[in-house]
């Protein structure tokens, strides 16, 4: 296993840079973006994390079937009381096709992946999490899913469009039900090559997020003041294409840097899970023709340079199988479509970024 050393992110944000060594009692877990966490063991879950980690052998789909528990928590991060027993065989049905559609390198990750949680109360679609010790030292990989999502069902309640109305208050982030409305923006998000396209991008989406922490794709410094953290982009971050080279965080993240809100007035009002004030539905328009003249791939985006990478990653390795991408608002009008930016400018850089990244032959995919 690689040696990796503990990030200066997670020294700041476990609270170790100046002050004192937060308890060790429980587990921690810290939300670096929406769909991204740190999850901190003790020295005791460690041990018996490693432990019960299997040896990869076989095929992926057993593999996957060894690592995977059921926990009945509604926050992503790593349950110690995940139950490996819980788990029944229909879960993992259509898990094979997924699998042999995945990108090569995100197959590689997602089959020695230590741990598959589900859980079906989960606050988001899914998230990934990197597994650190106590010293904060990487030593494994996780991702977490909501039941229903990965088996198929419920997919007909349209979860992306879900996702996308809650940043104006049309949907609710506890409805089980996903409800959307007709005058709210809806996602067109079709991948006319694969069998379960949703699951797919989900999927996509959350191992390029441990693709992003294992290999740097986001290259930054961080520095602490008394109550701020400060992050600062190197010349060939993957952020640098799109956001402000030093963005200022308050500690718990979870208010948009200054920066950003001043470069991107609206894209920075998107909110999604994290939504303390929704947008005004009278100014959908004005954030989606902001999208149109950005560089970025999706609405989703445009959250934080961790989401940005994920979400271009998933377009761009998923669009030989079709991938397709437009927000519609009420009557079908368009309010964006990727296609037009992929056929323009505005996508070049990162285009050209995300191929070059990807051809690479030193990425890792596992700790």
Known sequence: MLKISASPLLLLLFGLAGCSEPSTSKLQSLRVSNDMVISRLTADQETTFVAARPELQGDCVSHIEQVTCFSQSEDPGFDADCSFKAVKPELFQNLSKVIAELPPLHQKVF??????????????????????????????????????????????????????????????????SYKISDQGPKVEQPIPQAEQAFVLYVLTHEISHLVDFMNNANKQSWTESSDQLIWTAQPDSFSMLSWPPVLTYDKDMQKNPPEWVAASPWLSQLCYYGCNQVIAPVHMLDVYQALQASSFFTAYSANSPYED??????????????????????????????????????????????????NRSDLQYKY
């Open 111 to 176: 089959c020695h992946l230590d741990r598959l949680q589900i859980q079906p109360g989960l606050s988001t679609i899914g998230y990934a999490s990197q597994i650190v010790n106590e010293k904060h030292e990487p030593i494994g990989t996780m991702i977490g899913f909501r039941e229903d999502a990965l088996k198929g069902q419920n997919l007909k309640a349209d979860l992306e469009s879900w996702k996308e109305q809650l940043n104006f208050g049309f949907s609710d982030p506890k409805d089980p």
């Open 309 to 358: 990478f994920a979400e271009a990653s998933s377009a761009f390795l998923l669009k030989p199988l079709g991938f397709a991408y437009r927000v519609v608002g009420p009557q079908q009008i368009t309010f964006f479509d990727l296609e037009v930016s992929w056929k323009g400018k505005q996508l070049e850089a990162k285009r050209k970024w995300l191929l070059d990244f990807y």
